[in-house]
């Protein structure tokens, strides 16, 4: 399969832990993309990546998130100090111009 | 800012044709692009217009008019598989290729 994949699928934590997902994007792709998407919304823009630079994040991006992609391949996304307000699906997308490819998700519950 | 305004749902026969309006407010952008997801999927790109009048692609045609700031998608020979939202996105010409999302219109299709 040579698809956006994502790890985990699921993840439950409790309030206040950290985590870590992982995306590995089409192997081709330069640009990746980190979106959140909550039930009855459309994807709401996290962070963006044209190699391993990340040149993009959204203001309303708390401090409590980071993302890296040292080497231009995968991608990893941290939430740091878990609040139940983070409970979402988190997608990772690549492209190599404007359409985007999105990995399957990972679905976040903070409890 | 930049907004897009989708009706939240719509409800087809199996076998007709619905249209899904997408009207915005952003101050330019490069393209409108479709998106469908299934429950549970993640977003799989349908379209793209980058210029104003309409393209087609099988079952499915997009339309933009930046005069009108409106778009829409028009699926024909509705199927039962065609269940799912669709969203409407832009990528604002003050950003890297992210797109700024609609909330999406479910579509409910009846046999």
């Known amino acids: 399969d040579t698809g956006v994949s994502q790890d985990p699928r699921h993840k439950i934590t409790k309030r206040g832990q950290n985590v870590t997902f992982r995306c590995d994007p089409i192997?081709?792709?330069?640009?990746l993309y980190w979106y959140r998407q909550t039930l009855g919304q459309g994807p709401e823009f996290l962070t963006y990546f044209q190699n391993e630079a990340q040149l993009e994040k959204s203001r309303l991006l708390s401090d409590r998130f980071s993302a890296e992609r040292p080497k231009g391949s995968f991608s990893t996304l941290e939430i740091q100090r878990t609040e139940q307000g983070d409970s979402a699906m988190y997608l990772c997308a690549s492209s190599l111009v404007a359409e985007q490819y999105f990995g399957p998700g990972t679905r976040l519950t903070v409890t | 800012g930049q907004s897009l305004e989708q009706p939240s749902e719509v409800t087809a026969v199996e076998g007709a044709i619905v249209q899904i309006n997408c009207t915005y407010q952003?101050?330019?952008?490069?393209?409108l692009s479709w998106y469908q997801q299934h429950d549970g999927g993640a977003p799989t790109f349908l379209s793209y217009?980058?210029l104003d009048g309409l393209e087609e692609t099988g079952r499915f045609s997009s339309f933009l008019s930046r005069s009108d700031s409106y778009g829409y998608l028009l699926l024909q020979e509705l199927q039962m598989k065609d269940s799912a939202s669709y969203f409407c996105?832009?990528?604002?010409?003050?950003?890297?290729?992210?797109?700024?999302w609609g909330a999406g219109t479910k579509l409910i299709i009846k046999p």
């Open positions: 996105a832009v990528r604002p010409w003050d950003s890297n290729y992210q797109l700024i």
């Open positions: 217009n980058g």
């Open positions: 192997s081709e792709h330069n640009r």
């Open positions: 952003t101050s330019g952008f490069y393209g």
